[in-house]
């Protein structure tokens, strides 16, 4: 029902910046809450960011707080997750998720939809 692609992952120096994006299919995009995971080898799932149904709320992890930013565009069918002052711990697969509640959802297993993840390494 619900099909999600990310981009926009890569190879930077620590310091540096990536945006995301995840593109939604469907034009019930509007009405869900979004959110971005991420998962190192060997690591559990970890949550990044969310933005609730209509942008007007964000969350962050604590240990992203002042450097990422979660945004959304109705428009495009299109949420964001700009990564700024990037770590080597930042390094992961990021995941952009879908949750049909509108709401912000911290817990992956609130999701319903997810895309494949981008590969984002940070260098030392």
């Known amino acids: 029902q619900v099909q999600l692609v990310e981009s926009g992952g890569g190879l930077v120096q620590a310091g540096g910046s990536l945006r995301l994006s995840c593109a939604a299919s469907?034009?019930?995009?509007?009405?869900?809450?979004m959110g971005w995971f991420r998962q190192a080898p060997g690591e559990e799932r970890e949550f990044v960011a969310a933005?609730?149904?209509?942008?007007?709320?964000?969350y962050y992890a604590d240990s992203v707080k002042g450097r990422f930013t979660i945004s959304r565009e109705h428009a495009k069918n299109t949420v964001y997750l700009q990564m700024n002052t990037l770590k080597p711990e930042d390094t992961a697969v990021y995941y952009c998720?879908?949750?049909?509640?509108?709401?912000?959802?911290?817990?992956?297993?609130?999701?319903?939809?997810w895309g494949q993840g981008t590969q984002v390494t940070v260098s030392s």
């Open positions: 933005i609730n149904w209509n942008g007007g709320s964000t």
């Open positions: 469907g034009r019930t995009f509007s009405t869900y809450s």
């Open positions: 998720a879908a949750a049909t509640y509108g709401g912000i959802q911290t817990r992956y297993q609130a999701y319903n939809y």
